[in-house]
């Protein structure tokens, strides 16, 4: 095996590299390597300078975050910065691909920082719940002042090379090849007898008195419930407040607290559940993908228009056909609306790529398209006829989509004959989440998978291939509790609060205002003879979408909303819940937030167990996966299924069973695979 880091001599010049594919973490052995290498380089007279650059597609892009969580071994990143920062000799780090975390405090600790244009750099550590813990809280504002060491350590964003070096956080852009640029720029500074430059002799200063407590306050809502961004101003404020040492000591402090975090411990989760979500049971990474060159969109409403302009944005080609000249006027007046709201939001690359969108009247197109995604059926018997005309159409190898959320996707896919060639497909948040459902049949073939998978990453999105709807029915069960306890003597507002306090961005009654009722109450109708009877008894949403409140869109739903889309508490539906309570001989009782919060929860991470167990979905990771990118469940509790695990599966099952006794309801019965597990004391994942 190759060395992790070598030492190379090179005239007067010593150039450290690594080599630890894929993105040169820190791992245990470098760190050993690194600091053994770079203390036989200081103290070799010969030696005028070094250089550290690394082999392979990045630069170093942070500690590794496998080694999180275990006994830590020495020296740790700290010490290598520490030993970089008491160099006596110019030290110059040579920048590519991304520069991230302790990366990027290796590089601050060093005198001079060179960078590729191409190069990206930050500190992400945020979002895996920690802080720069080598330092970086204190020599960063050192260096490119309070202010924008704010931003970049509690966003956790990258920045380009050229931004860097607008901060003065790189010192020189360089073209490729960057070795021989590297070398360059170190012989420079040795003939110009340039000075060291140490990061960690300047000074860290407000901008004004109160700098931080502002800034505390401007980040209040978006990193509302996290601990990490929060602990990241207090390191920042150290740097201010303290010398260096008690500065890194205090940022230590900081650190270590974040990494003994239930919440660092479930973005550290979500971080490789986002990576091994896309490498599926049965899936071999190898899988060659169809060619796409062109997309048909079936239907010119709202999922359509979703849907295709998806695809645009994957640099597909989409046209919708609509099945009048009205249909299309509306669609194309509907299209220019988005786009011009959405002008200027979309990233430089995503405008750059997105291919163009029209409208059509033409059914002949179907004929050519490489992919035909029916999104215009309003119920599953005209979407089963729909596919079935498509499936006869359609070229040979043309991939077939269904955007239906909650159809029998091989019921849909046998209607066309040739179910190899369908997939369902949901965007989730109408395509403003990360998170996308990719539904496959019985005989979906592998590479029609590979191939949505494939497009719907290039779109930054979350893929997870499923065999069945997961977000959709888990939501269900979700609501079906929460509309339970507005039978019982809940309010929207309450359960809504709980749930936001819980750390969703909302509660399920706004989360289904917002994405229409009609959505929930049409599964209602298509499953109604297979609801058990306090599910059909609980007619709650009847009522309320027989008046026509169907949500945020139709001005009212649970909550009345105004012209803005605010919502404000309606007494015509607490009326109609204390009617309801009377009509069904229920007394309505106080309750508390916490049999709210478990009851609401418990159901969704129960259906998540019938989930599992009936194999829709193969893993407890992909469940987490469509929870969090696509529902908003905060990252920092890990997803439904792992923040089960974290409660202990027979806490989950014994509350549940309390619940269930208390208020009768098969729906708090734990699943079979939740019994097996409380029982084995196991939980999903150790399960899996
Ligand atoms: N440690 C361990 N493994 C890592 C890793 C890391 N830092 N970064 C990536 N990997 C693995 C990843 O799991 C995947 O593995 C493979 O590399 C390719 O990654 C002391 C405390 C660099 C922008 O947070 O953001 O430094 O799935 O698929 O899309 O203050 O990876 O192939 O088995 O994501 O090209 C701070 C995390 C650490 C950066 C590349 N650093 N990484 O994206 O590839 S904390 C980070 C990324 C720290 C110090 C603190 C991205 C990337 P596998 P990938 P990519």
Known sequence: MAPLVTLEKHGNLGIVALNNPPVNALSHGVRQSLSELLSRAFSDASIHAVVI??????????????????????????????????????????????????????????????ALGSTRVGFPEVTLGLLPGAGGTQRLPRLIGVGAALDLIVSGKLISAAKAQGLGLVDVVVEEPLR??????????????????????????????????????????????????????????????????????????????????????????????????????????????????SAVVVGSGTRARVLGACFADAALPATLLAGTQEELDNALAALRVSAAAGAGRESASTKERRAPITCSLDAGLLNDADLIAEAGAGDVTAQRASLGRIGAVAKPRAILVTAMPYADIDDIAACTQRPEDVVGLHFHQGGAARGVEIIRARDTAPEVSATLIKLTKSLGKVPVVVQGPVGSRMFTAYLREALFLLEEGALPAQVDRVLHDFGFQIGPFAESDRSGLDV?????????????????????????????????????????????????????????????????????????????????????????????????????????????????????????????????????????????????????????????????????????
Not at 607 to 631: K, T
């Open 53 to 114: 650059w690394c082999e392979g597609r990045s630069f170093i892009a942070g500690a590794d975050i496998r080694e999180f969580g275990k006994t830590p071994l020495q020296p740790d990143v700290p010490e290598v910065v520490e030993l970089l920062d008491a160099a006596k000799k110019p030290v110059i780090a040579a920048l590519h691909g991304t520069a991230l975390g302790g990366g990027l405090e290796l590089a601050l600790a060093c005198h001079y920082r060179i």
């Open 180 to 293: 021989a640029s590297a070398l360059a720029f170190a012989e420079t500074v040795l003939l110009e007898g340039r000075p060291l430059r140490r990061v960690s002799d300047l000074v860290a200063k407000l901008d004004a008195a109160d700098q931080l407590e502002a800034y505390r306050a401007s980040v209040a809502q978006q990193c509302r419930g996290f601990l990490a961004p929060f602990h990241c101003i207090e390191a920042i404020r150290a740097a201010v407040d303290l010398p260096l040492g008690e500065g890194l000591a205090r940022e230590r402090a900081l650190f270590i607290e974040l990494m003994d975090s239930s919440q660092s411990k479930a973005q550290r989760h979500a971080f490789f559940a986002e990576r091994e979500v896309t490498k599926v049971p049965g899936l071999p990474d190898a899988t060659a993908a169809r060619t796409l060159r």
């Open 520 to 688: 929930e109450w049409q599964r209602r109708k298509v499953r109604f003879d297979s609801l058990d009877p306090r599910a059909r008894a609980c007619t709650l949403l009847d009522q309320i979408c027989e008046q026509g409140r169907l949500g945020l869109e139709a001005g009212a739903g649970f909550y009345r909303y105004d012209a803005d889309g605010n919502a404000t508490h309606d007494p015509a539906i607490e009326s109609l819940l204390l009617r309801h309570s009377k009509d069904r001989g229920i007394v309505r009782r106080t309750i508390s937030d916490q049999e709210i919060l478990e009851r609401c929860l418990f159901s969704l991470i129960n259906e998540g167990a019938r989930v599992l167990e009936e194999g829709v979905a193969a893993r407890p990771l992909d469940i987490d996966m469509i929870w969090i990118h696509g529902y908003a469940f905060p990252v920092y509790r890990g997803g439904p299924m792992f923040y089960a695990d974290e409660l202990g599966l027979a806490s989950v099952r014994s509350a549940m069973l309390g619940y269930a006794a208390e208020s009768g309801g098969e729906h708090q019965t734990p699943a079979p695979f939740v019994e097996r597990l409380a029982h084995a004391l196991k939980g999903f994942y150790s399960a899996s």
